[in-house]
């Protein structure tokens, strides 16, 4: 094929799918990134879910050998979620509908296809690879980055997720990108007021050990004055972005409800069954009923309603550390006399150090003072 017959199949494969916004790079200039990278790392509060190794974060043969060309594309959200909810729950917008991954790696893939291109001569990078994704979407061109860490472009806001496809093929000189953008932020700090944790500490940096879209995801032990501000949804966190004057999209009233009962429910398998589509599935059935038992403490705080009480008193034996101690604390939120009396007498005959360790912290924290 001609070098220039490739980038108007793209263009009219973009238009076909009503993709706007896709900007193509050569591999070479995101070695630039290394240096955003480095300054990032050395500060406290690098994510336990980015790549630690800065090489491979920007080296395009990591992900395809002899890549020449990546076409980096944005990928707005299907739907902006309403966030007003009771005993039903939610996750954050770019976890709602058919996972991004599956759903834009397919789109990737036909275009590859439409590209005639062999399978050994590309690959699709979706948030699932060393790479620096929003490093790549600036580079070609798609957006700036906003104080809140996202990369914001002018049409989409940031309501995107980014994916890229890896070529082995050269484009004519002209379709690469040659120019970025600009900073919009000016004297905004909308964000930066809003984050309920302050994660985002002088704009441009998460810490992302107090960010609660970190915190939802690992399975590391969120502390208790930390899970009080669980209060929106099981997964993710869409603050930063709902207070962005760059995102106007209207929230859609037709996004998920699900029940935070029958979801606490599901074994592992019902669980993959009913979930394993959606992006939030990939942290498995025990952190999701982890998160799902935080929502249940926060919404019927001080209620002493029976059941809720009842729905997290179920995990108060649970053989897993994590969502026992995860119950008792619910159980305490919802009705405290009720749960420290329970919490009392078990510690008669509880002999785990561990979890006689974390009733003791519990009730010191919750109860002592009164
Ligand atoms: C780890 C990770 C997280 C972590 C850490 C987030 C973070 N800010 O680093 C956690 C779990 C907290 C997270 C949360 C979210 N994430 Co996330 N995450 C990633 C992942 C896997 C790596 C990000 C990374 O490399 N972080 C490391 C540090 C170094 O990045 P950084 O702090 O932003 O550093 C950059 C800035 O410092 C910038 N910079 C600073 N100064 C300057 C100056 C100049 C001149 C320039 C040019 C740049 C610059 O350059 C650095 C390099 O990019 C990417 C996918 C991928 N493989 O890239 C998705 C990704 C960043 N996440 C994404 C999304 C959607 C989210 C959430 C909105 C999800 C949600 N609703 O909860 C939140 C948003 C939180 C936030 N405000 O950032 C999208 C972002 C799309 C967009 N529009 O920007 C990505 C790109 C996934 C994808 N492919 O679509 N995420
Ligand atoms: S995702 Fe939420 S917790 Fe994280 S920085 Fe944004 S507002 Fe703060
Ligand atoms: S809220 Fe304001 S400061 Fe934050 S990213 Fe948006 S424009 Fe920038």
Known sequence: MNLGVYM?????FMKEKDISHYGLIRPEI???????????ICRDGYSEFAEEDLDRRI????????????????????????????????VASFAEGLDYHIKNSKILKDLADSLELASDDYRIHIDNGPMVDR???????????????????NELGSLFTIGSLFMKIEF????????????????????LK?????????????????????????????????????IRGAYGCDICQEVCPYNNRKANPQSSRMNIYEDLKLSKKSFIEKYGNKAFA????????????????????????DKPYQAALEFAYSSSDMLAACSWWAMLRIDRTRASEWIRKRLLV????????????LISHYCDEN
Not at 30 to 40: D, F, P, R
């Open 135 to 153: 490093y790549l979407a600036y580079c070609a061109g798609q957006g700036w980055y906003g104080k809140n860490c996202l990369l914001i472009n």
């Open 30 to 40: 995101i070695q630039y990134g290394k240096i955003l990278l480095e300054n990032q």
């Open 8 to 12: 108007n199949r793209i263009h009219e």
């Open 59 to 90: 080296d395009a043969g990591e992900i395809l050998p002899g890549t020449c060309s990546i076409l980096v594309v944005l990928f707005p959200y299907e739907m902006r979620s309403d966030v007003k909810r009771s005993d039903s729950y939610g």
């Open 350 to 361: 509880e002999n785990e150090e561990l979890r006689v360790n974390e009733m003791k912290e």
């Open 282 to 305: 990939w942290r498995g059935n025990s952190v999701h009923r982890r998160n799902l038992l935080i929502l249940l403490g926060n919404k019927f705080s001080g209620t002493c309603h």
């Open 194 to 230: 809003s984050c309920p944790n302050g994660a985002i500490k002088h704009g441009y940096r998460i810490d992302s050990k107090v960010c609660l879209s970190e915190r939802l995801q690992s399975k590391k032990k969120i502390p208790y004055d930390m899970r009080e501000k669980i």
């Open 172 to 191: 004519d000189e002209s379709d690469y990108c040659n120019k970025t953008k600009m900073d919009g932020c000016g004297e905004c700090e909308l964000c």
